[in-house]
């Protein structure tokens, strides 16, 4: 009878655990790269060099008859958009905007400032490179592929 009440008790320590180590890991990125090498595409959520900037949208929970059946993380994000168009008034703020505000109230002063300065040139780097001629191109690749990799690691 001992034995099973302390199995009992590690799966359900086991449980806890889980749950809270995922509550540490990193959101998912909404920016996925396409990157080409050696002739091949693969996609990737950290840059490389001459990669095209995608913007993706995760499913919400449809399935394949078309009901709607959110997880817990989906009801959340739902949840947290709803906050954000209600704060909106207040913050002046939409829910991106928001949102990424609220990820870097935890990083450094200096960090911060770092974020907003590349906030500013990554958008100026990527129409750069879109304009850019053939012997210019590789330098304001390189350039781009630096901001975006600082970006990154400074978790902006």
Same mark, same amino acid.
């Given at each position: 009878m001992k034995l099973q009440n302390l199995?009992?008790?590690?799966?359900?320590?086991?449980?806890?655990?889980? @749950?809270?180590?995922?509550?540490?890991?990193?959101a998912p990125s909404r920016t996925v790269f396409k990157c080409e090498k050696d002739g091949r595409v693969h996609y990737s959520d950290?840059?490389?060099?001459?990669?095209?900037r995608l913007q993706v949208e995760p499913t919400r929970g449809?399935? @394949?008859?078309?009901?709607?059946?959110?997880?817990?993380?989906? &009801? &959340?994000?739902?949840?947290?958009?709803?906050?954000?168009?209600?704060? &909106?008034?207040?913050?002046?703020?939409?829910?991106?905007?928001?949102?990424? +505000?609220?990820? &870097?109230?935890y990083l450094r002063?200096?960090?911060?400032?770092?974020?907003? +300065?590349?906030?500013? @040139?990554?958008?100026?780097?990527?129409?750069?490179e879109r304009v850019a001629r053939d012997g210019e191109l590789a330098e304001v690749q390189a350039t781009l592929l630096k901001q975006r990799r600082r970006f990154r690691e400074l978790k902006c």
């Open positions: 199995s009992c008790l590690f799966v359900a320590l086991a449980g806890l655990s889980g @749950s809270v180590f995922s509550q540490h890991l990193p950290e840059p490389c060099a001459a990669a095209k449809m399935t @394949s008859t078309g009901n709607e059946r959110p997880g817990a993380d989906v &009801r &959340r994000e739902q949840f947290d958009e709803q906050m954000g168009d209600a704060l &909106r008034p207040l913050t002046g703020k939409d829910h991106p905007q928001f949102e990424v +505000a609220r990820k &870097r109230v002063p200096a960090v911060q400032r770092e974020c907003a +300065a590349l906030d500013f @040139s990554l958008p100026q780097a990527e129409a750069s």
